[in-house]
């Protein structure tokens, strides 16, 4: 057990019940849409963006801010946070906009998981 480990679902906020849900951070169900809305965002986007996106989910690095369209990113140096939604971020790749930044993926699946 470390301090990072959660007893509700990161997903929905319910109450987890097993002790590999409480590892994971989210519940059973929550996992598996979470995984098929990773599947069908998997023929859109690079198999790399699509790893760094499930990375940063399963490390509770994405977090809903408003409904679950908006989300707060924390930078892979865990210095800054982001905000992001699929169709933007405002990390500095994303304000580029020259290619949809692993933060919009995360969002993108977090949006079709809901
Ligand atoms: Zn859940
Ligand atoms: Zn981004």
Same mark, same amino acid.
């Not at 997903?11 to 097993?18: D, E, F, I, K, N």
């Not at 509770?60 to 699929?86: C, E, M, N, Q, W």
């Given at each position: 057990?470390?301090? =990072?480990?959660? #007893?509700?679902?990161?997903?929905?906020?319910?109450?987890?019940?097993?002790? &590999?849900?409480?590892?994971?951070?989210?519940?059973?169900?929550?996992?598996? *849409?979470?995984? &098929?809305? #990773?599947?069908?965002?998997?023929?859109?986007? *690079?198999?790399?963006?699509?790893? &760094?996106?499930?990375? %940063?989910?399963?490390?509770?690095?994405?977090?809903?801010?408003?409904?679950?369209?908006?989300?707060?990113?924390?930078?892979?140096?865990? =210095?800054? =946070?982001? *905000?992001?939604?699929?169709?933007?971020?405002?990390?500095?790749?994303? %304000? *580029?906009?020259?290619?949809?930044?692993?933060?919009?993926?995360?969002?993108?699946? %977090?949006?079709?998981?809901?």
């Amino acid at each position: 057990m470390t301090a =990072t480990q959660q #007893t509700r679902c990161r997903h929905c906020g319910r109450t987890l019940r097993s002790l &590999k849900s409480v590892a994971a951070g989210v519940g059973p169900t929550c996992a598996r *849409k979470i995984r &098929k809305a #990773t599947a069908a965002q998997a023929v859109a986007h *690079k198999p790399q963006a699509i790893e &760094k996106a499930v990375e %940063l989910i399963e490390q509770g690095g994405i977090l809903p801010l408003r409904g679950r369209r908006v989300f707060a990113v924390v930078s892979s140096d865990g =210095t800054r =946070t982001y *905000k992001t939604a699929a169709q933007g971020c405002t990390c500095p790749a994303g %304000l *580029k906009g020259r290619h949809v930044c692993y933060h919009r993926v995360a969002a993108e699946i %977090l949006g079709l998981a809901a």
